[in-house]
């Protein structure tokens, strides 16, 4: 079992920053694979990051490229995703989620979830 954790969520203006945090615990956290969706009103929840269980490869969806980094810090069982350039669009619920073996941008392939924080990105 892997609990997870999100923290770091809130207001922002277009074009301003937030970094998410996602803390988790239970199982050996280096033998998963992690991932960040969002899920806005009324819209299906999508992938936006993705990172390998030694954190050497990253993915990202095409929307937030460039303007989104995700890491991980296996020392501390924790992941962030760094946000800038904020817009409107990537206003949303985001979760952290944990999936056993490789990283995958499936929804459906991943087996913990957080309870989500909530990002939302005045115009």
């Known amino acids: 079992q892997v609990q997870l954790v999100e923290s770091g969520g809130g207001l922002v203006q277009a074009g301003g920053s937030l970094r998410l945090s996602c803390a988790a615990s239970g199982r050996t956290f280096s033998t998963v694979a992690m991932g960040w969706f969002r899920q806005a009103p009324g819209k299906e929840r999508e992938f936006v990051a993705g990172i390998s269980r030694s954190g050497g490869t990253t993915y990202y969806a095409d929307s937030v490229k460039g303007r989104f980094t995700m890491s991980r810090d296996n020392a501390k069982n924790t992941v962030n995703l760094q946000m800038n350039s904020l817009k409107p669009e990537d206003t949303a619920v985001y979760y952290c989620?944990?999936?056993?073996?490789?990283?995958?941008?499936?929804?459906?392939?991943?087996?913990?979830w957080g309870q989500g924080t909530q990002v939302t990105v005045s115009s």
């Open positions: 989620a944990a999936r056993r073996g490789r990283m995958t941008t499936t929804r459906d392939e991943y087996d913990y």
